[in-house]
């Protein structure tokens, strides 16, 4: 039994060009606004799962060259979502492979700033989340 419960996760990440962040979200990743704080935006992933994009010059944190977070994407089609990604003219750091190893199939690309967005999909047999 869960004492504590939660409603959802947000992921903030921190932008010095806020507006492009905010741009690929909703015209690439194609996510939602679901929150406007002028500063910081919030974009519904899916029902409990967000990600906050943050004008770095008023969040907690500042933007830095190292960004030692991936947002990993759990999809059903990994390859519809290559070729959306390839017809809105995104490159990919890689084609989708599969890990026979981890059974899933994945890619990953940038967004504007930097940060690493895989994109997975389960094969069958695979531990699902």
Same mark, same amino acid.
């Given at each position: 039994?869960?004492?504590? !419960?939660?409603?959802?996760?947000?992921?903030?990440?921190? #932008?010095?060009?806020?507006?492009?962040?905010? %741009?690929?979200?909703?015209?690439?990743?194609?996510? @939602?606004?679901?929150?406007?704080?002028?500063?910081?935006?919030?974009?519904?992933?899916? !029902?409990?799962? #967000?990600?906050?994009?943050?004008? @770095?010059? @008023?969040?907690?944190?500042?933007?830095?060259?190292?960004?030692?977070?991936?947002?990993?994407?759990?999809?059903?089609?990994? %390859?519809?979502?290559?070729?959306?990604?390839?017809?809105?003219?995104?490159?990919?750091?890689? !084609?989708?492979?599969?890990? !026979?190893?981890?059974?899933?199939?994945?890619?990953?690309?940038?967004?504007?700033?930097? #940060?690493?967005?895989?994109?997975?999909?389960?094969?069958?047999?695979?531990?699902?989340?």
């Amino acid at each position: 039994m869960r004492l504590l !419960e939660t409603r959802g996760l947000i992921t903030w990440l921190y #932008y010095v060009d806020l507006g492009k962040a905010i %741009d690929f979200y909703d015209k690439i990743m194609g996510f @939602q606004l679901v929150v406007d704080q002028g500063w910081a935006k919030i974009f519904i992933v899916r !029902e409990g799962a #967000y990600v906050g994009l943050v004008d @770095q010059s @008023q969040g907690f944190h500042r933007a830095g060259p190292a960004k030692p977070v991936i947002v990993c994407l759990n999809v059903l089609d990994c %390859d519809a979502w290559y070729k959306h990604f390839k017809e809105k003219g995104v490159q990919t750091l890689s !084609e989708p492979r599969v890990s !026979e190893r981890l059974r899933i199939k994945a890619f990953m690309l940038r967004d504007p700033e930097g #940060y690493v967005i895989e994109i997975q999909e389960s094969l069958p047999g695979a531990l699902s989340i």
